[in-house]
């Protein structure tokens, strides 16, 4: 059976947590301690979670992962068949990864190192504001963001349903930053019943 290290609370964990539930793939969860993570440092040679191990063969970081469960069991699909749709994923995925963390990420590094306030963090919370339109337009006249349920909803609802909501014990700066500072307006009204939907698809 595929091991899974995880830890609570962890959206990148959550990625995969839903493609393996979508394709009914069953795994052996360890739990990770944020504090102390000798176990998937001994696993993996690095201290990031999700790891995915299946056997000798050990596999980091969500996108990747969500792409080697794809190839080995393609049951299910999360990715489109087709090359158009997949290129956009793909691109979707990306800029998701390296354009829309960034703000979030700066915002949390710097009221972890005691700024809380500035023009910068200003500047940072409108493009996270703005932002959220982006996704309304995206999900106008559909349920998900390309269509059928894929990869990309996997890749973004973990982040995006802070928009709503929180769990009160959630010790993650970058996850209050996202609460915080990109609550739904009014007309997201698409975006808001998406979370919804993606929120009850279950996770592994």
Same mark, same amino acid.
């Given at each position: 059976?595929?091991?899974?290290?995880?830890?609570?609370?962890?959206?990148?964990?959550?990625?995969?947590?839903?493609?393996?539930?979508?394709?009914?793939?069953?795994?052996?969860?360890?739990?990770?301690?944020?504090?102390?993570?000798?176990?998937?440092?001994?696993?993996?040679?690095?201290?990031?979670?999700?790891?995915?191990?299946?056997?000798?063969?050990?596999?980091?970081?969500?996108?990747?992962?969500?792409?080697?469960?794809?190839?080995?069991?393609?049951?299910?699909?999360?990715?489109? @068949?087709?090359? $158009?749709?997949? /290129?956009?994923? %793909?691109?979707?995925?990306? &800029?998701?990864? #390296?354009?829309?963390? =960034?703000?979030?990420?700066?915002?949390?590094? @710097?009221?972890? $190192?005691?700024? /809380?306030?500035? %023009?910068?963090?200003?500047? &940072?919370?409108? #493009?996270?504001?703005? =932002?959220?339109?982006?996704?309304?337009?995206?999900?106008?006249?559909?349920?998900?963001?390309?269509? %059928?349920?894929?990869?990309?909803?996997?890749?973004?609802?973990?982040?995006?349903?802070?928009?709503?909501?929180?769990?009160?014990?959630?010790?993650?700066?970058?996850?209050?930053?996202?609460?915080?500072?990109?609550?739904?307006?009014?007309?997201?009204?698409?975006?808001?019943?998406?979370?919804?939907?993606?929120?009850?698809?279950?996770?592994?």
């Amino acid at each position: 059976m595929l091991r899974f290290y995880r830890f609570k609370q962890s959206t990148n964990v959550e990625r995969v947590a839903l493609v393996l539930a979508h394709k009914g793939i069953e795994v052996e969860s360890v739990l990770v301690d944020p504090d102390d993570r000798a176990n998937v440092r001994e696993a993996s040679g690095q201290e990031l979670v999700p790891v995915l191990v299946d056997g000798d063969e050990v596999v980091t970081d969500s996108t990747r992962i969500m792409h080697w469960l794809e190839d080995r069991h393609p049951d299910r699909p999360v990715f489109p @068949a087709d090359p $158009a749709p997949a /290129a956009e994923v %793909e691109i979707f995925i990306d &800029w998701f990864n #390296r354009v829309w963390k =960034r703000e979030p990420n700066m915002i949390a590094d @710097a009221l972890d $190192a005691g700024r /809380a306030g500035g %023009e910068d963090l200003d500047r &940072w919370t409108a #493009r996270l504001q703005r =932002r959220l339109d982006f996704f309304e337009g995206l999900l106008s006249g559909r349920d998900h963001l390309f269509g %059928e349920f894929g990869a990309a909803d996997c890749a973004a609802y973990p982040f995006l349903r802070y928009a709503v909501g929180i769990d009160q014990d959630d010790p993650w700066t970058f996850h209050r930053v996202i609460h915080e500072r990109m609550p739904l307006q009014p007309h997201h009204v698409n975006l808001r019943a998406w979370i919804g939907r993606m929120g009850e698809r279950p996770m592994a």
